[in-house]
């Protein structure tokens, strides 16, 4: 990718990075990736090498057990960053989060060295990173009243809503088991409240693939 295109893509989807030589190194030194579906970007315990700009598909960043089970953290789409990461980078820590891609990505890589310089001389990169951190802290205060307050059925009708507007389509391709890490429960928990949203005929359940029909409860 030219140096160029990465400089319209960085004005095109992140306004806040708006200093023309902020942009001009960014775009000099960054590392465009294009990911496929699955592609793992960061385990926990690995530096922190690259700052992903995403301007194109979907990262999932989750809080992974020593059990292997895995929690939703938020993801990360379009004219977005992970604070996570953009946090590991300014303290030189390791990662302490999974990322993983869940929609083909294309992804604006920063060096970490190159991230640590930024916001020691740009002004709106430390706007960017405090913006970042404030949309995840909103998202992770949500995620908690969701736990604290909600109860499962409604935590999967959001889940399966947010899923829908992300992936823009009316198919999901995620597995029982894929949504039951994501919410932290039991896959035949996750399973048992999907077929009563199928008999009410909200969902058709499919292999790998649940269809949307209404996510709306019935009266």
């Not at 926990?44 to 995403?54: H, T």
């Not at 057990?65 to 820590?93: D, N």
């Not at 060096?111 to 802290?137: C, T």
Request: proline share 5%; with cysteine.
């Amino acid at each position: 990718m030219k140096i160029e295109e990465l400089r319209n893509l960085l004005h095109r989807h992140f306004p806040l990075l708006n200093n023309p030589e902020l942009v001009d190194i960014i775009a000099e030194r960054a590392v465009p990736l294009a990911l496929p579906v699955g592609d793992v970007l960061l385990h926990p315990g690995d530096p922190v090498k690259l700052i992903p700009l995403v301007v194109k598909g979907t990262v999932k960043v989750a809080r992974a057990g020593t059990a292997g089970h895995e929690v939703l953290l938020y993801h990360i789409q379009p004219g977005e960053s992970c604070a996570m990461t953009l946090s590991s980078c300014l303290k030189r820590e390791k990662s302490k989060v999974k990322a993983t891609v869940q929609q083909s990505a294309e992804i604006i890589g920063i060096p970490a060295e190159v991230a640590y310089m930024l916001g020691r001389k740009f002004p709106g990169w430390y706007d960017f990173v405090l913006d970042s951190y404030a949309q995840r802290f909103q998202e992770l205060l949500h995620m908690v009243d969701e736990i604290g307050f909600a109860s499962l059925d409604q935590r999967l009708l959001h889940y399966l809503r947010e899923q829908q507007a992300m992936q823009q389509s009316t198919v999901l391709h995620r597995s029982h088991q894929e949504i039951a890490d994501d919410l932290g429960s039991a896959r035949a928990v996750i399973s048992r409240l999907l077929k009563q949203m199928e008999r009410k005929g909200m969902v058709t359940l499919l292999r790998g693939r649940i269809k949307i029909l209404s996510l709306v409860l019935p009266e």
